[in-house]
């Protein structure tokens, strides 16, 4: 059975594509299992600094793959969520590394879910996202209710939902919803360089950063002040925080290891 995702590792950069083209990259089980089990293996890699995800052929990300569902009866979509795509979503959200989706089409239902969960979203002028649950009467899902609010406004987030159309990607930029839009064929050189300049950073500092903010997001404000002084303790002991002075001092560019 062929690989449902491809993996590429260089300069500190590990590349996940889900790889399903003729689907749109549609999730099933292998692809599930498989995406899950390299997202384990990039945190636990010291030599991967970031994660960059992104799709084979027309699409990022189509969701669930339906036909693998023909003719089931006994089904759990709870099971399902908490088995299978919820712990991909946890995965990438507490990764103490920068996270980046380069999605280069539709980014259908769980897919779309996908995406939101990345730190930042380099979107391609062909991208498109769609929460497209409401089509099929299920709720938005694999943390979309929890990310979407959150990137575009309690109002627009339940339009989307809703209705269920999709959001292009000059619509994507003006919401929030994405970070970049680039011409269709800059965006795997464009999301590299970027992912290549974050693998080269401190990656113990953004690691600390990304679970401030993801503390803040629940948080009183005394509560982040004191959390964010626990944090900025840990990251003043790094050897990336000796060596960033020590750059600034000297006037030459910081040459990061990531501790």
């Known amino acids: 059975m062929p690989d449902t995702i491809l993996l590429d590792q260089r300069e500190g950069v590990l590349t996940i594509t889900l790889n399903r083209p003729d689907v749109l990259n549609a999730f099933n089980e292998q692809m599930l299992r498989e995406l899950h089990d390299a997202l384990r293996q990039a945190e636990r890699d010291a030599a991967v600094r970031c994660v960059l995800l992104t799709g ?16 089931t009866t006994a089904f759990s979509f709870r099971e399902s969520l908490r088995d299978r795509y919820n712990p ?19 980014a259908a ?14 979107a391609s002028d062909r991208a498109s996202f769609i929460e497209v649950f409401a089509r099929v ?17 309690l109002g627009k ?15 994507a930029l003006r919401l929030g919803l994405v970070n970049r839009v680039v011409q269709h064929d800059d965006l795997m050189p464009h999301a590299a360089a970027l992912a ?11 690691g600390l950063t990304k679970r401030a903010i993801n503390y803040g997001l629940h948080a009183t404000l005394d509560q982040a002040l004191e959390y ?4 900025q303790e840990i990251a003043g002991r790094s050897a990336d925080h000796r060596e960033g002075v020590t750059a600034f001092l000297e006037k030459r560019q910081a040459n990061f290891k990531g501790v």
């Open 109 to 122: 239902g769980a897919g779309c879910s996908l995406a939101l969960a990345a730190d930042m979203r380099i």
């Open 228 to 231: 964010e002084a626990y944090l």
């Open 196 to 206: 290549q300049k974050l693998a080269a950073g401190p990656t113990r500092g953004y």
């Open 88 to 106: 991909i979503i946890t995965q990438i959200r507490t990764m103490e590394k920068p996270v980046i989706a380069a999605v280069n089409g539709v």
């Open 56 to 71: 084979a052929g027309r699409g990022f990300c189509s969701g669930q793959d339906l036909r693998g569902r023909a003719g």
């Open 157 to 171: 987030a339940l339009e989307i939902a809703y209705t269920a159309e999709p959001v292009d990607a000059a619509e």
């Open 137 to 153: 009467g299920l709720v938005p899902d694999s943390g979309s209710t929890y990310l979407l609010p959150r990137l575009v406004g």
